[in-house]
């Protein structure tokens, strides 16, 4: 068997695999990575690798992961380096360096703790997902009755929650005189860094009013937009990017060619010049994470639901189905009236983009893995358009449709009679709901409708529950293929 990736075998990559163009022994370590997956991989620590590579060797990135110990079990082995390999109408293969240091939560947390107190760290950044925020979605507030939130203000010093991390580390960096850490969400929320900013602020007022005090004054929470499409790994992956590497990568990441991040400018404690490699430093990212929420995301969800239900595995194939792909655009079509154009950009030119990006036949993004965790994605992705569209008067049937299709994935069985297997925070009792309606649209539909965490008032609406009722007997009736005609 090959062997493996690390600082010891950089030397014997091919020459056409790029690779860290510096000195990784004298990087120091200025920024703490709080959800270490392929996305963060594939983004934030592409962008800081190449700030190291133009010689600002303050970035350097110690990543954490606060579940699973799997990452780090995979790239510790290898000095924290990995494979990332771009896939569109060309391969390339790019070793990363960024990352010097891998931690687990679970099984080091007193070495995550110290690293997030460390002097030289002035910026925590995140990747969690959406639901590890422990906030109602339609709302935007602490949910404070979640058994996470509950676990850390119990237990203050051994934290379970992003929060609770984020909060130990900055009233123990207040404690010591140090200043604290500016926090980067490079999550899919809405407003994200202002949403992070009042969770953290409530979870810290929770622990003492004076803390709340100090983040809400004191910690920075830049908004940002994050834009990458990153499949998970697969073995057949890893095969491939160890033929080409000619050294085994644990655990390499494949994304698209695009990339793109767009992050407001407010840094007190100083962050690398992310612009040299590409970001977007602005003072209001609000219009670009709106255009990217709705369009990107909200037509991601309805390729996701839909696909999913029709049997179609990848994005790629379910954009192969004229019928899929034409509603994909039309939900693209449908946020535009609810959007202020962001500087510099052109809807119609962003909605082309997006649909040849799902055309990528060299991505195997899989419609199941964009479906999970619907209960914390729809509010932002379809439920904003579906109520800014309401209060301009325009139809939301499209919305209606992404909103049945999530539905009937909940029921859990696709149109085939096949078993789904579904993946979302709030699944016990979206099920039970379910199950007490049965597959009977004048029942399903209202039965999650009246889940106020996820549809807020909006559930209440009228217009909403006959709309919705309507695409989900359309969606029982005729089948997504057929469905997204009608
Ligand atoms: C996707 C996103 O899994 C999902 O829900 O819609 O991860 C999407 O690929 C990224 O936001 C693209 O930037």
Same mark, same amino acid.
């Given at each position: 068997?090959?062997? =493996?990736? =690390? ?44 700030? #190291? ?14 579940? *699973? ?55 925590? *950044? ?8 422990? =906030? ?41 005189? #140090? ?101 977007? #430093? ?23 639901? #839909? ?49 040849? =990006? ?45 909103? %049945? ?25 979206? %099920? ?55």
């Amino acid at each position: 068997m090959a062997d =493996r990736l =690390r600082d010891a075998t950089l030397a014997r990559l091919p020459g056409s695999v790029a690779r860290p163009g510096y000195d990784r022994g004298t990087v120091q370590p200025g920024i703490v990575h709080l959800g270490v997956g392929a996305f963060h991989r594939a983004h934030q620590a592409a962008y800081t690798d190449a700030v #190291l590579a133009a010689g600002d060797g303050r970035w350097g990135i110690i990543a954490a992961s606060l579940r *699973s110990p799997d990452t780090r079990n995979a790239l510790a082995p290898q000095d924290g380096l990995y494979a990332l390999n771009i896939r569109g109408e060309a391969d390339q293969l790019a070793v990363i360096g960024s990352i010097g240091r891998v931690l687990a939560a679970s099984d080091e947390p007193a070495a995550l703790l110290d690293a997030l107190c460390a002097p030289t760290v002035a910026i925590v *950044s995140l990747t969690v997902t959406e639901k590890a925020y422990c =906030r109602d979605p339609a709302s935007g507030t602490l949910d404070e009755a979640h058994p996470d939130i509950l676990h850390d203000l119990a237990h203050p010093h051994a934290p379970r929650s992003a929060l609770g991390w984020l909060a130990a580390a900055i009233a123990r960096r207040r404690a010591e005189g #140090l200043p604290p850490f500016t926090v980067l969400c490079c999550d899919n929320l809405s407003a994200n860094g202002r949403t992070l900013h009042r969770l953290l602020a409530r979870f810290a007022q929770l622990r003492s009013p004076g803390l709340g005090a100090f983040v809400e004054d004191e910690v920075a929470c830049p908004d940002a937009m994050v834009d990458r499409i990153v499949p998970a790994t697969t073995d057949e992956d890893r095969t491939r990017v160890a033929a080409a590497l000619g050294l085994r990568d644990a655990w390499p990441v494949i994304a698209e060619p695009f990339t793109q991040w767009v992050v407001a400018d407010r840094f007190p404690a100083g962050r690398p010049a992310w612009e040299d490699a590409g970001a977007t #430093l602005v003072a209001d990212v609000a219009p670009f994470e709106a255009m990217k929420l709705r369009m990107l995301n909200a037509s991601h969800s309805a390729l996701a639901y #839909l696909g999913l239900l029709a049997g179609v595995e990848t994005v790629a194939e379910a954009m192969r189905d004229p019928g899929l792909a034409g509603f994909a655009a039309r939900v693209m079509d449908d946020a535009v009236p609810t959007l202020a154009v962001p500087p510099g950009t052109d809807l119609a030119g962003y909605k082309r983009a997006l649909l040849a =990006r799902f055309r990528n036949p060299a991505l195997r993004h899989r419609t199941a893995q964009i479906a999970a965790d619907g209960s914390q994605k729809l509010p932002q992705r379809v439920l904003a358009t579906m109520r800014d569209r309401l209060a301009l008067g325009l139809p939301v049937d499209a919305q209606a449709l992404v909103v %049945a299709g999530w539905m009937r994935y909940i029921s859990g069985v696709d149109e085939h009679g096949k078993r789904i297997e579904v993946r979302d925070p709030a699944a016990p009792s979206l %099920a039970a709901a379910a199950q007490a309606a049965g597959p009977v649209p004048d029942r399903l539909a209202p039965a999650l409708l009246d889940m106020h965490p996820i549809f807020g008032a909006l559930g209440r609406d009228s217009r909403v529950r006959t709309g919705v009722t309507a695409a989900l007997a359309r969606l029982y009736a005729l089948g997504a293929q057929r469905a997204v005609l009608a």
